[in-house]
């Protein structure tokens, strides 16, 4: 991938955060999802979901929505990298 279109790939990344707040900020359904769900662990929920879609969509662009063949192997191996990461 070039510099400029990793560039703008983060650029649309964080478009899509900052759009993306706009709509819940002005969503009756995200309002009343709020009023109830106020703990730390709603809160990083709504941050993982944020955060996946964003990275969903920075995935379509740069592949063109085809994964890998060996897209499986790599997730599991870099979620064990971490998981041991954390431990030590």
């Known amino acids: 991938m070039s510099d400029s279109s990793g560039t703008l790939s983060v650029v649309a990344h964080e478009v899509f955060h900052a759009a993306f707040g706009v709509y819940k900020d002005s969503s009756p359904t995200w309002k009343d999802y709020y009023t109830t769900h106020?703990?730390?662990?709603?809160?990083?929920?709504?941050?993982?979901?944020?955060?996946?879609?964003?990275?969903?969509?920075?995935?379509e662009q740069r592949t063109g929505g085809n994964?890998?063949?060996?897209?499986?192997?790599?997730?599991?191996?870099?979620?064990?990298?971490?998981?041991?990461?954390?431990?030590?």
Do not use: C, K
């Not at 994964?67 to 041991?84: F, K, Q």
């Open 38 to 59: 106020r703990s730390y662990l709603d809160q990083l929920l709504d941050l993982t979901h944020n955060e996946g879609i964003a990275h969903y969509l920075t995935f």
């Open 67 to 88: 994964l890998p063949d060996d897209w499986v192997e790599g997730l599991l191996r870099r979620l064990m990298t971490s998981m041991a990461m954390q431990v030590s």
